[in-house]
């Protein structure tokens, strides 16, 4: 059977400027940058964020293979670092301005959807350093300048924005879970920092309001909604799905969709004395400016068990690669260079909750893919093409069940993988590949894989065999 896809569906790929652009002429370092030069053996193979892909020196190359990949959208991201050369007083920096003029401008020629985003984990470190970061007020209104400065720039020719991408990651990674610098672990502080980037997000929604350009303009947020499922019957694993539904989903979602946050969130915080300190002033910010659509980025559903959680540490039992062997052994599917559980059908669940729960607001899946260490190992020379077979399988069963949501009513606009052209990551700089496109890394020479000659034919005629 065939499957087909809506019009104007948009086809596309996901990334972000810390990982592929390079520190080329930037004026600050992010918490990558930071952390990096700070943890030499992070590198692979002396690859870091310092040179990533290349992509400020070789952009149009990079677009036109974006382009030989059959992508109508991609999504990248305005580096704070790189376009404010003034952190304070929000003076730019004009090699940026060129820069991210023509990267836009080469998007369009190419007939590309240029999307961005402004916040992709990449805070200035100079900001932690001198406020703490997001656990700052101040750190929210000095992104707001930023934010600002790049609708007058580009809101011209780039009609769609995205405040954050994965708000959860930045208060998982930075303090709870120590994956992201300052790699604390505070629950009173995620809480705050779950709050304040939340507040951004509706200022930033307000600014863009004002400043944009374009009457086609639309901005939401792109949030990883990670479906909880209870690892087993038991009440206790059930308790601990929903208070991990509540806390990592609802928090970003209903107050991105609805303008209020969950209110048994809202009292369990308040119970345990961790509530974040809010103005009312800021709350009806918060209930006026929510998104016109949103992004969804999905890789893998949890499994959660109890214990629920603790008010100091918040953190929640889910990280399946330590359950690896057990989930082994019951027969879960997983990706196993990743440690994460494939589980398609949970997209599903989400276009599902979101018809139901969320007034079917418009939104695309805005990162799904699966990374691979040593991809190499699937090079045919015969063809010079990486075979990743298991990569065109992965997309063909997610987009089984984005089909099914869409024939179900769901307003899902899109579906774009994660990512275009193998980028740099901060967690496993080049182990893991996603891309449609390989990179050499040493020798940056760039080629189409064979799932890029697939999703091309996917993109060409929005449907699927
Ligand atoms: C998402 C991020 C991306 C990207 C991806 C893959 O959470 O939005 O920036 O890196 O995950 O994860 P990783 O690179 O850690 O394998």
């Known amino acids: 059977t065939t499957l087909n896809f809506p019009q104007n569906f948009w086809w596309g790929a996901a990334t972000s400027g810390p990982q592929t652009e390079g520190r ?9 940058d930071y952390e990096f030069e700070m943890t030499p053996d992070k590198y692979w193979h002396g690859i870091g964020p310092d040179t ?3 992509f400020y020196n070789d952009y149009k190359n990079d677009i036109a293979l974006m382009k030989a990949a059959g992508l109508n959208s991609v999504r990248t991201s305005i580096q704070w670092t790189r376009l404010i050369d003034d952190l304070e007083t929000g003076t730019l920096n004009p090699d940026a301005v060129r820069f991210y003029n023509d990267v836009i401008d080469e998007f369009i020629k190419q007939g590309i959807r ?26 929210v209104d000095l992104f707001v300048q930023f934010a600002e400065k790049c609708f007058e720039l580009f809101s011209d020719r780039v009609t769609d924005w995205f405040t954050h991408n994965e708000p959860m990651v930045v208060v998982e990674g930075g303090y709870l879970y120590q994956f992201h610098y300052p790699d604390l672990v505070d629950g009173k502080k995620a809480v705050q920092v779950a709050y304040n980037l939340q507040l951004a997000s509706a200022k930033v929604i307000a ?11 639309k901005i939401g947020v792109i949030l990883n909604l990670t479906p909880n499922y209870p690892a087993s019957e038991s009440e ?71 214990p629920k959680y603790s008010s100091d540490s918040l953190a929640v039992d889910w990280l399946p ?53 040593r991809e190499d190992r699937y090079y045919d020379s015969e063809s010079n093409q990486i075979k990743d077979d298991y990569r065109i399988q992965f997309i063909k069963e997610h987009l089984y069940y984005v089909h099914k949501a ?13 990512t275009p052209i193998d980028c ?42």
């Open 114 to 139: 240029p999307i961005m985003n402004l916040h992709h984990f990449d805070v200035p470190v100079d900001l932690i350093h001198t406020y703490g970061g997001w656990e700052s007020k101040d750190v």
């Open 406 to 418: 869409i024939a179900e009513g769901s307003n899902c606009f899109g579906y774009h993988l994660w």
């Open 24 to 32: 080329f002429n930037k004026p600050h370092a992010n918490i990558f």
């Open 52 to 54: 990533a892909s290349n």
């Open 424 to 465: 740099f990551s901060w967690r496993n700089s080049y182990r893991n590949r996603y891309g449609l496109i390989s990179v050499d890394i040493r020798r940056q020479i760039k080629t189409l894989k064979k799932s890029a000659y697939f999703f091309k034919d996917l993109a060409d005629s929005s449907s699927l065999e």
């Open 207 to 217: 600014a863009f309001r004002k400043h944009n350009k374009n009457p086609e303009g």
């Open 321 to 373: 690669n330590k359950y690896f062997e057990e989930y082994e052994k019951r027969g879960v599917r997983m990706n196993v260079d990743k440690g994460w559980e494939i589980y398609p059908r949970a997209l599903y669940d989400i276009a599902k909750n979101i018809q139901e729960n969320y007034g079917n607001i418009p939104w695309f899946v805005s990162e799904n893919g699966m990374g691979v260490s």
């Open 236 to 306: 206790a694993d059930q308790g601990a799905a929903h208070f991990a539904d509540l806390w990592q989903n609802r928090l970003f979602m209903d107050a991105s969709v609805k303008g209020e946050f969950p209110a048994e969130l809202v009292d369990i915080l308040r119970k345990d004395n961790v509530l974040w300190e809010s103005t009312p002033e800021e709350l009806a910010i918060i209930k006026e400016n929510t998104i016109d659509y949103l992004g969804v980025n999905f890789y893998h559903p949890n499994r959660a068990r109890a």
